[in-house]
């Protein structure tokens, strides 16, 4: 439940917390995450990544530059062909993080459920919710 | 209860800005995740961490009103506090600083959808005021701290580089 100590003056370097944001922002798209997903089975190039989408390669070539500027992938050159590469452990450490912060409210959220489920047995009636009645809108 | 799209909390941390959203789902109606919300000895009993007791010092649900609560266990007492903006049938919306960083206040909208069928679906979203601060907060409770998280990832990103 403590946070812990924020590292703002004392960060190992200025340019750390908007890197780990920049790796947050690029999973933040839905192609993205579906293309650390696919990469996460083996190397691909740019050409095999768009094969499954709409957009043109220009546009998923574009999300690969957005994943490599955050640390996620990296290209190789090898047998006259660009290979993307997942850097699994950078995705590890943000992905972790964001996962057992998320387990926390789940966890939180559990409980909440436990009790959700003892107030259907109690009297409706016990204590009037705040405002106007139920069901209105804010 | 028949939409499971958050049957499990979902999270997101925006890139654009310091916010962590949570999204979950609860087999309950909206009044009675508001009431888990805004009565205190409902709300006690479920914030936790587990294995902590929490006690709840002041409670002022009203707009403009405040709170406060400790959580304890093993005889270390940790104090959270805050106000209550704005409160209605459908969103609270609130400050939250952690008193052993009082100069930290995290701004909290929470607010209920009615999916019908008695289910509900929660949403919660926490404005920190800065990236750095965000992510101390996602690296909160880790085994490995915000420090040496961004030692490994500076040192990974230069390995590389």
Request: proline share 6%; hydrophobic share 40%; charged share 25%.
């Given at each position: ?18 890197r ?8 933040a798209d ?19 990544l768009?094969?499954?989408?709409e ?9 690969v530059r957005v994943?490599?500027?955050a640390?996620?992938?990296?290209k190789t050159?090898?047998a006259?062909?660009?290979w993307?590469h997942l850097e ?14 998320r ?21 409706r ?6 405002g106007?009645?139920?069901?209105g809108?804010? | ?20 959203r949570?999204t ?6 909206p ?20 294995g902590m ?5 002041h ?18 007492d940790?104090g ?6 704005q409160?209605?049938?459908?969103r609270?919306?609130q400050t ?7 100069d930290?206040?995290a ?5 209920v959808?009615?999916l019908g ?7 919660a979203?926490?404005l ?5 601060s965000r992510d101390?907060w996602?690296?909160?409770?880790m ?14 990103l230069?390995?590389?580089?």
């Amino acid at each position: 439940m403590a946070r812990a100590p924020l590292p703002a003056g004392s960060a190992p370097g200025a340019s750390a917390p908007d890197r780990l944001s920049l790796v947050f922002g690029a999973l933040a798209d839905p192609i993205r995450r579906d293309v650390v997903t696919r990469l996460a089975a083996g190397d691909a190039t740019v050409g095999e990544l768009a094969e499954p989408y709409e957009v043109s390669v220009q546009a998923v070539s574009k999300h690969v530059r957005v994943l490599e500027a955050a640390g996620l992938v990296t290209k190789t050159p090898h047998a006259q062909r660009r290979w993307v590469h997942l850097e699994a452990e950078v995705l590890d450490l943000a992905t972790g993080w964001l996962e057992r912060y998320r387990r926390r409210a789940e966890e939180r959220y559990r409980r909440l459920d436990a009790v959700l489920a003892e107030m259907d047995d109690e009297p409706r009636a016990r204590r009037p919710p705040p405002g106007r009645a139920q069901g209105g809108r804010a | 209860m028949t939409t499971t799209h958050f049957a499990e909390a979902v999270i997101e941390a925006d890139p654009s800005v310091p916010v962590i959203r949570i999204t979950r789902d609860f087999g309950a109606t909206p009044e009675q995740v508001m009431r888990a919300h805004l009565d205190p000895e409902l709300f006690a009993r479920w914030v936790g961490p587990d294995g902590m007791d929490t006690r709840i010092l002041h409670w002022d649900v009203r707009d403009g009103g405040s709170w406060r609560y400790v959580a304890g266990r093993d005889g270390t007492d940790h104090g959270f506090r805050g106000c209550f903006h704005q409160v209605t049938d459908t969103r609270i919306v609130q400050t939250f600083t952690y008193e052993g960083m009082p100069d930290d206040v995290a701004l909290e909208t929470l607010w209920v959808e009615d999916l019908g069928g008695g289910a509900t679906r929660l949403h919660a979203q926490s404005l920190v005021d800065s990236f750095a601060s965000r992510d101390a907060w996602l690296a909160s409770g880790m085994e490995v701290g915000v420090h040496e998280g961004y030692a490994k990832l500076d040192a990974l990103l230069t390995a590389r580089g």
